[in-house]
């Protein structure tokens, strides 16, 4: 559980939707217009509004043909990867110098802090990229330090499925560890620490 910051109304970015024009009989809230984005009329200025959480339709109604499947999932999909750069955030923690490093999300990425400090302590540059959003997945921020370091240790609570996604960006480049957890407790620093200090000696396996 970590604590949420509201920052200050004055200091929100607030974006502007373009608003719907002709008769409302005609307003369609999900074609979107050269920009991708579709028109979102406002409460109570007389367009009707259909929304479902099934595939549907430009007007908002539940439809599963192939049309619909294409133009509508396909704009979602290309919403995110035409904004990653925008969406994807993460926290880099003495990574500069780093010659082995962490990559943790959630909970798990304090354990990472706390092994990272004990392996620099020991004189082993270790650093963390905590990741604060999962997907879209920041590939090019874990291709681009797998790189540069003799190693990655992946730390999650579960028997490995964001290591998947680490060992596809990172495609070879440096050897991948998995400290891995089946729940109910947290990771333990020392089991992270343990994974570094072999990396920094070379042990891949």
Same mark, same amino acid.
């Given at each position: ?10 200091? !929100? ?16 809230? $999900? ?11 406002? $409460? ?24 619909? #499947? ?30 082995? *490093? ?12 706390? *092994? ?14 905590? !990741?604060?959003?999962?997907?879209? $997945? ?22 490995? #499925?964001?290591? !998947? ?7 070879? !480049? ?32």
């Amino acid at each position: 559980t970590e604590r949420v910051v509201i920052p200050p109304a004055d200091q !929100l970015e607030v974006v502007d939707r373009k608003k719907p024009t002709g008769p409302p009989s005609r307003y369609r809230p $999900f074609r979107p217009d050269k920009n991708g984005v579709a028109p979102m009329a406002t $409460f109570g200025a007389g367009y009707r509004i259909h929304v479902t959480g099934l595939t549907h339709d430009e007007r908002g109604y539940p439809v599963m043909n192939e049309i619909a #499947q294409q133009q509508l999932v396909d704009r979602l999909v290309q919403k995110i990867r035409k904004n990653v750069d925008k969406i994807i955030r993460y926290d880099s923690v003495m990574l500069d110098d780093a010659e082995v *490093a962490v990559v943790a999300y959630g909970i798990s990425a304090r354990s990472a802090k706390r *092994a990272v400090a004990e392996a620099r302590a020991q004189g082993i540059k270790a650093g963390l990229l905590k !990741l604060e959003t999962i997907w879209p $997945f920041p590939e090019k921020v874990v291709r681009d330090l797998a790189g540069r370091v003799r190693g990655l240790v992946v730390a999650e609570i579960n028997y490995g #499925q964001m290591v !998947l996604e680490v060992e596809r960006c990172v495609a070879g !480049l440096s050897p991948v560890r998995l400290v891995r957890h089946a729940g109910g407790a947290i990771i333990r620093p020392d089991a992270i620490l343990e994974a570094l200090q072999q990396l920094s000696r070379g042990v891949t396996v």
